[in-house]
């Protein structure tokens, strides 16, 4: 029965990143607990389907405040063919330079640490992030296929693959072509690199929830309402807890507007605001 082969390959995929990665799962926890715990940030990202473990890690059930996710649907289908479908992101997310942009829109910073998710670690868009998130003094922690390197190229401009730029590079163990039963035809089906990062994503929520815990500073954490005992707004405290996160750093004073003008930068001309008249 092929569903019976694809629980095996899976079971086989999960097993393998047991025995090689935890020590990087490890390292890279230590990483993410100390972010979290000094008040700095845990950013997430990937496109195409590897948006699904950033979905999936924050905010759910069993996950904690000080995880970002960086979404952006340019880079997520929500259709197959036509706008938002598969075929443009998929040519957005091999475009250089696109990520440069999206990045400006986020106060990353040193202490801050961001988890790159990409089963091929060549296309442009998880390159990029990567460098952008380096260059401002962020560590990377990457998941991808390191059995990809063996066989393929990389296709970035900088000559490199996501894993040679990360701090911590995770293996999700799963072959290059990602699917995984044979079913007779060239083409095999049934991918297994979606279970292999969610799972890593998991381990990497586990590892540093018990790191902030034994310390003292697990921050507010999302529970289901099917556990006893627990506050009808306990999830609500949760979300109120995150937007006091999202919204803790403050904007960066206008500096360009002094380099074009020679001027301070003000929130209005000549440094007043007007009053409204009344009617």
Request: aromatic residues 8%; hydrophobic residues 40%.
């Amino acid at each position: 029965m092929s569903g019976g082969k694809y629980i095996e390959k899976v079971k086989d995929i999960i097993s393998k990143i047991q025995k090689t990665q935890l020590d990087n799962i490890g390292r890279a926890a230590k990483l993410m607990a100390e972010a979290i715990a000094s008040g700095n940030r845990v950013y997430l990202f990937g496109s195409g389907h590897s948006v699904i473990p950033v979905m999936d890690v924050f905010p759910r059930y069993g996950s904690f405040v000080g995880f970002y996710p960086l979404y952006d649907p340019r880079l997520m289908w929500h259709n197959v063919i036509g706008p938002g479908g598969a075929r443009e992101l998929l040519w957005i997310e091999r475009q250089e330079g696109y990520e440069q942009v999206f990045l400006q829109s986020y106060d990353l910073r040193p202490g801050d640490v961001i988890i790159v998710f990409s089963h091929g670690g060549r296309n442009a868009a998880p390159i990029e992030v990567a460098l952008g998130a380096r260059a401002k003094g962020v560590k990377v922690i990457s998941v991808s296929s390191h059995a990809n390197l063996k066989v393929s190229s990389p296709s970035h401009s900088s000559g490199k693959f996501l894993p040679e730029l990360a701090d911590i590079a995770i293996d999700n163990c799963v072959p290059p072509e990602d699917a995984l039963v044979d079913v007779g035809r060239p083409e095999k089906v049934g991918a297994g690199s979606t279970v292999a990062a969610v799972s890593v994503a998991m381990s990497l929520v586990a590892e540093t929830g018990a790191l902030l815990a034994s310390s003292g500073q697990l921050t507010p954490t999302f529970v289901s309402p099917n556990v006893p005992g627990m506050a009808p707004d306990h999830n609500d405290r949760v979300y109120e807890a995150f937007t006091r996160f999202f919204y803790s750093r403050p904007l960066k004073p206008l500096a360009a507007s002094r380099a074009v003008t020679g001027k301070k930068a003000t929130n209005h001309p000549k440094g007043k605001v007007r009053k409204i008249k009344k009617a």
